[in-house]
């Protein structure tokens, strides 16, 4: 298992151009509910090829596995207990998350999700400052060598950018916005020639509400039959350099 998350995830994370990423949300009547980021990478199955002998002979298995973090910490516990108290308190932030992959080259399948329950929509920023904080980890090798890292960072509550959410009952909005633009700006350009790459990526958000739908405030939405669900696609290159092109506020019916 550690293998494969040394040698995958930073392939997935430099071959973006095969990846369509989804942001789900469950909201219950009580306010609570779902969040659950997905990545599938099903088209870098045909790249196995370019990436070395290690990497192509690790990636040929097929795989199926869950990490429960909370499980996680208890296993690994020695190894987390050598690491400063900062980086333990980084780890323990991921404590109630759980992290899916699957790996199929017969199938040409690999996706993968990372998901956590909340009692308010104005905790879902707090994921991605949790993975943010989790993959930045700078402790002891040894220590580290077993931490999956997650292929959703970076992508909100960097330090440059930031993303929030807010739930009444009656609005939902999703508000994001550049919080220092020169650190942004460094970002975007250190993709270099790989943004032309990511021109065939997406990120489809899926919002799923305990009514229906009065309105949205971006053209081109689509919604389920019962206007319960409502989903909304954006480039995934457009999305990294603007991030507030995915401000929304989702009205719903009394």
Known sequence: MKKIFIILVPVVLMMLTSCQFSEDIYINEDGGGKVKFSMDASEMMGMLGQMGEDASDEMSKAVDSTIV???????????????????????????????????????????????????????????????????????????SDNLPLSPFSSMGNDGFTSVNYSYDGAVFKRNAKIVDVEK???????????????????????????????????????????????????????????????????????
Not at 70 to 83: N, P, R, T
Not at 109 to 119: A, H, L, S, V
Not at 214 to 235: I, N
């Open 69 to 143: 973090f909370k499980d996680f910490l208890v296993e690994y516990k020695d190894s987390i207990a050598s690491l400063s108290v900062e980086e333990q308190a980084k780890i323990k932030a991921m404590e109630d998350y759980k992290l899916h992959m699957v790996m199929d080259p017969d199938k040409n399948k690999m996706f993968f999700d990372i998901e956590t329950d909340f009692d308010n929509a104005n905790e879902l920023q707090d994921m991605y400052k949790a993975m943010n904080s989790f993959n930045n980890l700078k402790g002891d090798e040894t220590a």
């Open 184 to 254: 942004h700006k460094q970002s975007i350009d250190s993709l270099g020639q790989s943004a032309m790459m990511f021109g065939a990526s997406k990120y489809q958000i899926n919002y799923h509400f305990p009514k229906p739908i009065k309105s949205f405030s971006k053209e081109g939405a689509m919604y389920s039959e019962d206007r319960k669900t409502v989903t909304y696609e954006v480039g995934f290159i457009d999305m990294l350099k603007d991030p507030e092109i995915l401000n929304i506020e989702v009205v719903l019916e009394d």
